[in-house]
Structure formats: C-alpha cells, structure tokens
C-alpha cells in the first residue's frame, strides 16, 4: 500500500430510524441544527468524542468545502480536525464515527470518513439533514471540490468513492488529483471468543464490512455515564461470557430517542441490537487507521433501526435477547465448562451467535481439535410454541468432535428463529454436551432374512452382525411385521444407520443449509419431526415394496414402507441391502 491519500468510510449513508421521526417542516428549520446550505469554508467549530474513560472531550474543527454529492446519500462536508485530543488519539479514529460536530454551536452532522494512511486529521461529515431524512442515492463518479485541498502532499481537487480499495487505487492512478474513498470494515470488538469462533464470526460478518477484532474489548461492565451528544456508545450482539460490540459515538438526542453513529452497522434496517453505554480505554494509533479499544458499559436502550446514514433507537427500552447456556464436559479429563451469553434475537445473527457461543464452550472444555465421540442434548424454548423442542442424540468425528457435535443446532434454531407455522419469540437454548475422546461406533457387516418369502400378516425376521470399533462382533435380531395391505411382490429390505454426515463444508454450511423437509401440517407435527427423527445410534430397517432401490434408500413410498427403529449404544455406520417377496395370504 502507498501512502497515497486513500480515503476509507467510516459510515456510508442514506435513511435514519424512523424512532427519530423526520419533521414536517425542513430539518434545517431546528434551531439547533445548522443546514448544509449555512456551512462555508473557514467557519471553525468542535467536535465532540471520548477517547479514554467516559468523559466527553472536544476537539477543533475547520471546515474545508462542501462537495456536492460526493457520498452515497448526498452532499458531504470536507473538515480538517485539531487540538490536544487530536494529537493524543493520533487523528479520526474509528469509534469517532457519529462524533457530532457543532459550528457556532449549531449541529452540523456526524463526522464520517477519515483519511487512511495519510493525514488522519482530514475527514468528511455527513449533514445532520441527511442523517435525519431518506435522501435520493447520489450517482457515481468524482466530484469536484469547490476549492481544491492541499493535504499529504497533493493537490486535491475531486472526491470519488470506489466500491474496493483496488477501484480507489485505479481511479488515483488515472487521476492523481482525484482522493478516492472506499467504504472502511467497521471493527467489531469481541472478548472472551477464541480463534476458531472468531474465524467463524468474521467469515460470516466479513461480507457485511464488519471486522473483528480479538481481545479489544474488555468484557461487560455496570458502567451508566451521562448520555449526551460526543458520549461513547455500544451496539452489543453478544453479552455475558463472550462479548462482542461495535463502539461508535453519539450524535444526536431528543428525549428517549437518538441518532449515533453517521454509518450502518450491518443494514439490516428494522432490527432489535442491544445499546450500551460504552467505556473507552485507548485509542490504538495506527498509519491505517486508529480505532477505539472499550468495552460495553450497562445496556441502556435498543437499537431498532440500521440504515446506510445512521442507527437509531431509544434509551430505557431493552431488546427481547435469546440466552444461550452450553455446559460442555470433558469426559476424559473430568472438566466442565459452562460458557452463558444473551444474543440478539435477530432471525440472521440469532443462529450464527448461538452457535459461535456454542462453539466456544466446546473448544474451552476440550482445548484440542480432534477425534471425539459426544453425547448432545439440546433444549430450546420460545413463546408461541406448547412445549421446548428437546432432542438428544450423539456424534462421532475423526477429526472435529466439537463441530460434530453441532450438527443439528443450526437448524432447531431455525425452527425457533422462523418456524414456517407460528410467529414465536425465542427466549433460550441449552446444550449440554459428555465428550469422550474414545471411538463408540460400530459397523454393520452382516444382515440375513430368516427366509426368503414371506407372507402378508406374518412377522419378517432381520439377522444383523455389528462389530463396535475394536470390539467383537453382536448380533440381534430385529422383527418386521408385514401389514395385511402391504403390496404383494418384490420387496427390498434396507438395513442402514439413522444419522446423517457431518457436511464436507464444516460449520457454514450448517448455516446456510436448509431445513430437511417434512410433510408437517402444524408446528406440533413440524417440532415431532425433528425430535423424534432417527439419531446416530440408531439401527434403521425398512421393507420397500420393489425390487430396486437407490443406493440411499431414497424413492421409497412412506405410507407403503414398513419400518422399524432399533436404538443401540454405537454411533451406527454402513448398510446392506437385501431381497425379498412378499406373498398374499
């Protein structure tokens, strides 16, 4: 990277929550704001943040030009930042976004965009008006400044923003006169979630801008300073154990409700994120970009409304949240781990915290990744729904026991999150999990039919051979009885285990699979499906009518298919498949 003036978004733009209702007459007509159409190159004013503790400092401000146009919501306004508080945080930081800023004591708008890798006292701000109000999305292409701007060495005469940094870097290189912005990943701070979760929450969130950043942040604490215009604040997703928040800052309040941070978070519009108070113990200086290290202080409000110029949400009115409890045992070692946290009950990010939570908890318990055999019972519980969904089942991996074991969370907690029958309200999961790092399988070797016909009515008997890994070979024997109404002919018995693979893809996949489809009418009958559904240890035996099957027994007729289910203490593999006629009477 060269240190040419590469500018990064710290907030993009367009729509405000519609908690802070856009007035009827022009939102320049407050008396406390002070419209774009106002704002002229020289005026100097404050600008109003916390870069350590809770105290709200102020820090000079100059403003530069106007540049019509140039954000994707609307006019921007190019600023030049100073003073004490400058020097110390080392210039715009990340965590400053939303930092209002006042000339002549009038609020201008939120600082938005600082300048990576050069000057990091230039920034631009987004207009109060724009924040409050749904703006027409600017078009694209540079726009030039009504004065042009010597910083970091070059004159600059035109703003453009690129989708990616390798656009920005194109259009300077066309246009060395051009400053090219790019929309900046805004840091997601998370404490107490290790590397494996921390992959998993960047590999999901990283498309949506936001980036992680382990250890930043300091856990939760009671802190509940003041709430004004400059205090730090946090948009929280995880709390208890694990931590993991956005620190923006505050730009605006009008009673109960508020407008911060002059960017999206993740652009979800209506949604239900935790609001915190915020404490800031450093700011990290850095030749990208400095950002704030803090931690959550206590949960003040809700965040319910994330759009491209801005969050907006009210204090004093705390989200409904999910708890999560994982309680994880190390069978081998006699330790237990019980990770607890609240996620947002967002349909989306609900899942994916709860699993990361999950996770975390087995990798704490086991501290290795490896082979494992787990007993799982999972039970989640909503409003709307008669009885917790429960399901106990257990899993074998030879390489990844931990996230075997989650196979089936993903999607009870679809089930909970966005039930296909009733609207629900999520209000907890618990995962109780016994690892072992021993193999409890066994392989199903041998199967016979106690006689080749057999008549309607009669009873069919299916002789297994299973051999436990390492163990001598059991055998049992497993009875079918053939139903009066069951098709005279060919018939194909298959004897198979109940479970299904852990996907190839790892956990993502478990994400963004969809639920197995079941003929359910009712949520009751959609909820038994999954409850009651084989499990692993499970060792199935079906008699199909016809004389071929496919390989996975699949393109059977249910309502003619004669089944029986026989538990066993193994984690089942293999089949076999065999022939046989059935007679009428």
Known sequence: MTRRAILFVLLAAAMVAPVVAAPAAPPSAAADWLPLAEVRPGMRGVGRTVVRGVTVESFDVEALAVVPGAGPAGDLILIRVSGPLIEKSGGIAAGMSGSPVYFGGRLAGAIGFGWAFADHSLGLVTPIETMLRALPVARGGPRRLPVPVVAAGRRIEQIAIGPTLADARAVEAATPQVAAMVPLARPLLVSGIGGRAAQLLAAELGPLGIMPVEGAAGGSTDARPPLVPGSAIGVQLIRGDLNALSIGTLTYRKGDAIIAFGHPFLNRGRTGYLLTAAVIHEVVRSTAFPFKVGSAGA????????????????????PPLLGVRAVVTDGDRGRTVTVSTQVVRDPSLGPLLALISALEAMDRALDRVGEGTARVRLTLRARGLDAPIVRENMFYHPRDIASAAMLELPEALRLLFANEFVRTGPVDVTMAVEVQQTRQTAA?????????????????????????????????????????????????????????????????????????????????????????RDRNTDLIVELVPGAARLPDGSGTTASRTVRVRSPTSWVIRGRVQLQTTVDAR
């Not at 949960?299 to 705390?318: M, T």
């Open 444 to 532: 199903l070797i041998e199967a016979e039919l106690d006689r080749p016909r057999v008549r309607r009515g009669e009873v069919l008997t299916v002789r297994v051979t299973l051999r436990p890994f390492q163990g001598e070979p059991v055998a049992r024997s497993i009875e079918l009885a053939v139903p009066e109404s069951f098709p005279p002919g060919g018939a194909t018995v298959l004897i198979r285990a109940g479970g299904r693979p852990m996907p190839e893809q790892g956990l993502p996949a478990l994400l963004t699979a969809e639920p197995v489809e079941v003929s359910a009418t009712s949520a009751a009958e959609q909820l038994a499906a999954f409850t009651d």
């Open 299 to 318: 949960p003040i409000g809700v965040i319910n409304e994330d759009r491209r110029a801005g969050i907006g949400g009210r204090v004093g009115w705390l």
